[in-house]
């Protein structure tokens, strides 16, 4: 096994873990602050994906097509969530996390079925937008373009989010209701409207994330079990409702996926899987995660 | 309390005559609807076990149904395996399984309990379905089943009847058991049960390996009354089935799941006429009974039941408000 | 001696909640610990019954060391503690909740097949008539008025036969009628069935009535510790706690 195989494996896997870090982060930060797990969260990447494909489809430019699309899914999946936290989580926040759960769960039902009634059970695909067509070469080994802008985007993400939460007022707002929602509540600060944009923000970066998956991979009905068992694993390893966790997390996955795949394709998610049992016997609360008590 | 016992008797009584009596008033297409409704109840009852006991939500019990179906599949088919040994095979494979997933999902509570089993369930679906040259993939088994005496569909539907029967009763008992006792303090406050000196985990565990057991059971009974199985009886889909039924029938009775599960199964029949959009349907339920009927059915009916004896207490039970 | 804390310390960040506090217990004694608000009373208990797990010291129990041991078997030595959040159990009734605390005490609880109901029935009404909750044997957790939670707090915290009981603010939202009732009790339970008693408490009145000695704790320390008279006396503690709001 040469370096150079190795390094590109790495580099792989730094892509799979950009990707899942856009997805998983927009998870974290809805649970982080509305204490809500959205379960349907990949069922909004899946459709943000799905969407993607017809409005590209549709559009039929060339390159300017996909990132076109790209927004447009987005902002379309920020709607959605707007429609979601405005008629179904809203009366859900003084039901128990059962409640919760169960009602997100059954978004994901009711959404599965209707890409399913939408789009069929192919698989779809897009080829990789312009400038990314190609692959630049590391170390002799073509390393797709595609992935580097995974990679960037992965990156702009992070930093964006870190300045969101770190570095703005509303940031400030987000750490404290995450701490302690009444007190921000008695501030006078409308915990509501916060709570909707929050899910609104985590929706769109679904959405955004799910388009960008579509020329990474092919778009199909199981994408959304698929990505949210693999956030699951993210933010179960990193901890969850923090963002350098996240991270971390999903650095974690994206390596044991990449090099999982080399070794043995099928058993790929069986060693995210260890990983996550190590991770739960060792230190259950996730690396960055702090203890319940 | 045996007056009391002999009212609430009277309907297990009827259901019981209804369900021996049973293949001599329905045509044999809704005797297969009934035997798949006493399958899917029993499943349902396992996740209940887990949910309305214990107050933790599964969403991966497919995985341990699957799990059991598939191993009497595999026995019969490619071993000749004795049929009632298969039977108790499927059940122990669902339960070993079970202790191992368990094991990792006790160790967290809540949202991540319910998170853990999932991605678990997604595990063994994706293990089985790639699995092509042990498990078939998804070409599934066919080919499997049941003995002679138990070919016939009525014969075999008793045999259902019977495993039903015998597990209704047994869960009966863990439920009003000291065990049973236990769960139902850890559902209500998991800290103060612990300050009672339990290890919270522990009996988790145990809950979770019995759960997993009897879901296994269900899956075991329903490859030979089917005569296949295939990898989408462990997809998340399916773990759905059993959380529909037990919110649609009631969690905080006994057999709410099962009033739940009948009433999924007719339904699930009578759309699969006309579509095979039925996640959609199940989604759709779960929500208005989250919204609309909290408690489901019969959660829904014994709260009514509730204020109506407690408006018929003395006078002085009247004028204290209803809780 | 029954319980001993040695330099005991939490940390929650840079906040010390509790700061090396060494304390005895003797046995038989009805022991307060009192203090401002947040003078770390609630989670100088929560280390002793290990919830929280010190930053520093030890806990030290009928000899033997329990700093790192998990709760619930802290309970099996004889630990228990009250909760000062009465939620307790909803959905079960009184009965049910006294029962299950017997069950664990003796046991059962790994039994999955005889009918819980039919065991201890003489202790859990005895139980009960002693607490005084013998006519609300019936009734949910949901249902109970707040000093009848408190009993039933109470009540299931004898149910698991402790040597030690710990009480966080026994008589908190009562009446002075039912304080009264409640310190009386809390009393005779002690003296019945030879309980050691540790409570933290707000009320000045009920401490100085029923305890046999009292401790002060002031922003995470130890200021003051002995009979009821020398705290009383004591300028420090009349500075930092009697002096102003009791």
Known sequence: ?293 | ?323 | MLLETRGLTKDFGRLRAVNSVSLEVSQGDVHAIIGPNGAGKSTYFNLITGYHVPTSGEVIFKGRRITRLPSHKRCKLGITRSFQITSVFPKLTVYEGVLLALLSSKGITLNPLSRAMNYFKDEVWHILEDVGLAEQARVRGDSLSHGDKKRWELAITLGTGPELLLLDEPTCGMSPEETEATMVLIQKLAEERGLTILFTEHDMGVVFGIAKRISVLHQGMLIADGEPQAVRASEEVQKVYLGGVA
């Open chain 1, 1 to 293: 096994m040469s370096l150079d195989v190795l390094f590109n494996q790495f580099m792989s896997g730094i892509a799979r873990g950009a990707l899942l870090f856009l997805v998983a982060s927009g998870l974290s930060l809805t649970f982080g602050v509305l204490r809500v797990l959205n379960f349907s969260h990949g069922s909004l990447y899946m459709l943000g994906a799905f969407l993607c494909y017809s409005i590209w489809a549709h559009l039929l430019l060339p390159a300017l097509g996909f990132y076109l699309a790209t927004i447009l899914s987005a902002l379309i999946m920020g709607a959605a969530g707007l429609l979601i936290e405005l008629f179904l989580l809203r009366r859900l926040y003084n039901r128990g996390w059962p409640e919760q759960l169960l009602a997100t769960y059954a978004l994901i039902l009711i959404i599965t079925d209707l890409v399913k009634w939408r789009w069929g059970g192919e698989f779809l695909s897009i080829p990789r937008p312009k400038p990314f067509t190609g692959a630049i070469f590391l170390f002799d080994f073509p390393f797709p373009a595609y992935n580097l802008f995974v990679i960037g985007l992965g990156a702009a993400l992070a930093v964006f989010l870190w300045w969101l939460v770190y570095r703005t007022r509303l940031g400030d707002i987000i750490r404290a209701a995450a701490h302690d929602r009444e007190m921000v509540s008695a501030l006078g600060i409308p915990i509501p409207w916060l709570f909707t944009w929050i899910f609104v923000l985590g929706s769109v970066i679904a959405g955004l994330s799910g388009a960008v998956a579509a020329p990474f991979g092919s778009v199909a009905l199981g994408m959304d079990i698929e990505i949210i068992v693999e956030c699951f694993a993210v933010v179960v390893i990193g901890g969850m409702g923090s963002l350098p966790g996240t991270l971390l997390g999903a650095f974690v996955v994206g390596q044991v996926y990449s090099f999982g795949i080399m070794y043995k394709p099928e058993l790929a998610l069986a060693f995210i899987f260890m990983v996550m049992a190590i991770v739960l016997i060792i230190r259950p609360w996730g690396i960055f995660g702090r203890p319940e008590r």
């Open chain 2, 1 to 323: 309390m045996q007056a009391g016992w002999l009212k609430q008797a009277w309907w297990l009584i009827l259901a019981a005559v209804v369900g021996i009596l049973a293949p001599h008033i329905i045509s044999e297409f809704y005797l297969m609807i009934l035997g798949e409704a006493l399958i899917m109840s029993i499943f349902a009852l396992a996740f209940n076990l887990l949910f309305g006991y214990m107050g933790q939500l599964s969403f991966g019990q497919a995985a341990f149904y699957g799990l059991g179906g598939y191993t009497v599949a595999m026995l019969l088919t490619k071993l000749q395996f004795n049929f009632w040994l298969s039977l108790v095979a499927g059940i122990l494979v669902a339960g070993i399984v079970g202790l191992i997933v368990g094991y990792f999902c006790v160790k967290l509570r809540g949202i991540y309990f319910a998170i853990l089993t999932l991605a678990f369930g997604q595990l063994l679906f994706v293990i089985i379905y790639k699995w092509h040259d042990f498990t078939g993939g998804d070409d599934g088994i066919q080919g499997v089943f049941p003995p002679e005496a138990l070919k016939a569909p009525i014969s075999y539907y008793y045999f259902i009847l019977i495993v039903f029967a015998a597990s209704v009763y047994l869960l009966w008992k863990v439920v009003n058991s000291p065990f049973g006792y236990v769960l139902k303090a850890m559902r209500e406050n998991p800290e103060r049960t612990e300050f009672l000196g339990i290890n919270i985990a522990r009996y988790q565990l145990m809950a979770f390996v019995m759960a997993a057991a009897l879901s296994g059971l269900a899956g075991a009974l329903w490859a030979p009354f089917y005569r296949s199985v295939a990898p989408f009886h462990l997809m998340w889909v399916k773990s759905g089935e059993p959380v529909m039924a037990t919110i649609l029938g009631g969690s905080t009775t006994f057999f709410g799941p099962v009033v739940g599960t009948f009433l999924m199964t007719f339904l699930h029949a009578y759309v699969l006429g006309f579509t095979y959009f039925w996640p959609v349907i199940m989604g759709s339920f779960i929500l208005v009974v989250i919204f609309l009927l909290p408690g489901g059915i019969l959660g829904f009916a014994q709260e009514k039941l509730r204020e109506r004896s407690f408006k018929a207490m003395t006078p002085e039970g009247r004028d204290q408000d209803a809780p």
